[in-house]
């Protein structure tokens, strides 16, 4: 069954189950956008501000719902500041209208002097000093309020971006996921490794054991977080990878081979905030000489979503391409702040990886020959990317839940997003299933939120006005923490090897175990 048709199952109806959802996972807030350099070819965001100004309540309460309490006044003050700007609008009109009255009237005189000569009252000059005098006055008066109107229009601009998006009504509101549906998995048939903990391993142990990751020599090269996949590692993270292209070509997903480095500006458009809301570091800047110090800053790309995204930054895209769909495999950095546990050991919380992402732009527009939705919204290529990711999981043979994510979880361009996690027998703790639970895909709607921002448009399409496409993104494949559900979930304890998803075996060579007691 395609994930997005699955039942949603409340999760606190599931406690019997031990679904109950105790641990958070950290998220980005959005913060003061930076006044850093931006390239000429920097396109001009363009947030709603109609929309943000006549709907100030709703956009102040989802601030709250997605945990952006500090956020919440800033819709109130973008209908102040557009009040304010209207006014000075208005006031301008009779200082403008008088000075273009006086100028006439300064050209009219000096046109009589200079015909006249001396004036035989002596008080034409004074009258022109006069006029210039006054008209002068006007004219600085207009310049403060313009100035003004500007600096209203420059904080009007600052405070809409720095807003979440929307949520999507079907976000849950607060802190807890909804289950939607199972892969691999039966709640009353738990693996066996849950009554029998001699069975389980943590990766960790497995792959350092059967050579296939080295964590010593990536501590001695670059420090804690990174890595060497070596021998059956590696051919296994280059088989995740073309598994998961496959699956999405065969889909009509084109491939896309994208940069790790982007201007910082494209990053923060799409999204991620260089720090979160504790102002810890999240993403990496490439840093700069000092005679650079005045170009455009770099980051390293946390996610191939960022480079895919700004593949069509500032351009016009067909409506007759749409729906428009991307592969990518790339290499991904990201700081990852925070203290480090038994949950983040290993494989599954590390600075660099390798990630396979799945983006998309569609037209949501009513189709023109019919009149009504879209034939294919972002719902539409939202279900889509659901199924590709449910697809790998399910040939993966992994167990997996997928989860609709509440309104508290979700980064600030997503208006929708639902969570894959795999189970991990090393997270198992106190016999309580919920702690072995673990992302492994993620898949967001941002609606228009990052096509604002990065001024991409769609036109055509039997629609005059050009409109701001819709764009979708989620993860075909992480390939770290996936190695490590592999390794976990398919160890054989009595035979000490890993059994290899018979779907990767040709991309590997045909090896179908790794590892033997007597190998």
């Not at 100004?53 to 209908?79: D, F, T, V």
């Not at 609008?89 to 273009?100: E, G, M, N, T, Y």
């Not at 569609?362 to 294919?376: C, E, K, M, R």
Request: aromatic share 6%; net charge neutral; charged share 25%.
């Amino acid at each position: 069954m395609a994930a997005s048709r699955a039942p949603y199952i409340c999760l606190q109806c599931q406690s019997r189950h031990g679904l109950s959802r105790s641990l958070r996972r950290n998220f980005t807030s959005s913060s003061r956008r930076s006044d850093v350099p931006r390239p000429p070819t920097a396109p001009k965001p363009v947030p709603d501000v109609k929309h943000i100004r006549q709907n100030a309540e709703l956009y102040a309460k989802n601030c709250i719902e997605r945990n952006y309490a500090s956020h919440a006044e800033y819709p109130s003050r973008i209908r102040q500041l557009s009040d304010e700007a209207r006014r000075l609008d208005h006031d301008l009109q009779a200082p403008r209208s008088r000075v273009k009255q006086l100028e006439k009237s300064i050209a009219k005189l000096a046109r009589t002097i200079a015909q006249d000569g001396e004036n035989k009252d002596g008080n034409a000059s004074e009258e022109l000093a006069a006029l210039r005098q006054e008209a002068q006055r006007l004219k600085e008066e207009s310049q403060t309020m313009m100035t003004r109107k500007e600096d209203y229009a420059d904080e009007i601009q600052r405070l809409a971006l720095s807003l979440p998006n929307l949520s999507s009504s079907e976000t849950p509101v607060g802190d807890d996921p909804t289950l939607v549906s199972y892969i691999n998995y039966d709640p009353a048939s738990p693996p066996t490794w849950v009554n029998d903990r001699e069975s389980s391993h943590s990766h960790v142990d497995i792959g350092s054991n059967l050579g296939l990751i080295d964590f010593t020599s990536s501590a001695t090269s670059t420090g804690w977080g990174w890595y060497f996949l070596t021998n059956e590692g590696a051919l296994l993270e280059h088989a995740l990878v073309q598994y998961a292209l496959s699956v999405a070509r065969r889909h009509g997903w084109r491939v896309v081979s994208p940069p790790s480095i982007v201007y910082s500006y494209i990053a923060e458009a799409c999204g991620f905030q260089p720090r979160d809301q504790n102002n810890e570091q999240q993403i990496w800047a490439i840093e700069q000489s000092e005679k650079d110090k005045s170009k455009p800053q770099r980051s390293l790309a946390a996610t191939a979503e960022i480079p895919l995204a700004a593949m069509y930054a500032g351009r016009d895209i067909d409506a007759s391409e749409l729906p428009l769909k991307l592969v990518g495999a790339s290499r991904c950095y990201r700081a990852e702040a925070g203290a480090r546990g038994v949950d983040t050991k290993g494989l599954y919380r590390v600075h660099e990886f390798t990630k396979v992402e799945l983006f998309g732009w569609a037209d949501n527009i009513p189709d023109p020959t019919t009149a009504s939705s879209p034939s294919t919204s972002s719902e539409t290529l939202f279900s889509e990317l659901l199924s590709i990711q449910t697809e790998i999981l399910t040939s993966l043979g992994l167990p997996c839940r997928i989860l609709e994510m509440p309104s508290t979880d979700l980064g600030a361009s997503a208006s929708r997003k639902r969570d894959i996690e795999a189970l991990f027998p090393s997270r198992f703790r106190n016999s309580d299933l919920e702690t072995a639970w673990g992302e492994v895909t993620s898949a967001s709607i941002c609606t228009d939120y990052q096509s604002r921002r990065l001024g991409t448009r769609a036109r055509g399409g039997g629609i005059k006005e050009a409109r701001f496409p819709h764009t979708v993104n989620g993860t075909a494949m992480a390939v770290p923490r996936v190695i490590a559900a592999i390794l976990e979930n398919g160890w054989d304890v009595e035979k000490g090897v890993v059994v290899i998803p018979e779907v990767l075996r040709s991309f590997m060579g045909g090896i179908e175990v790794i590892g033997g007691k007597n190998a």
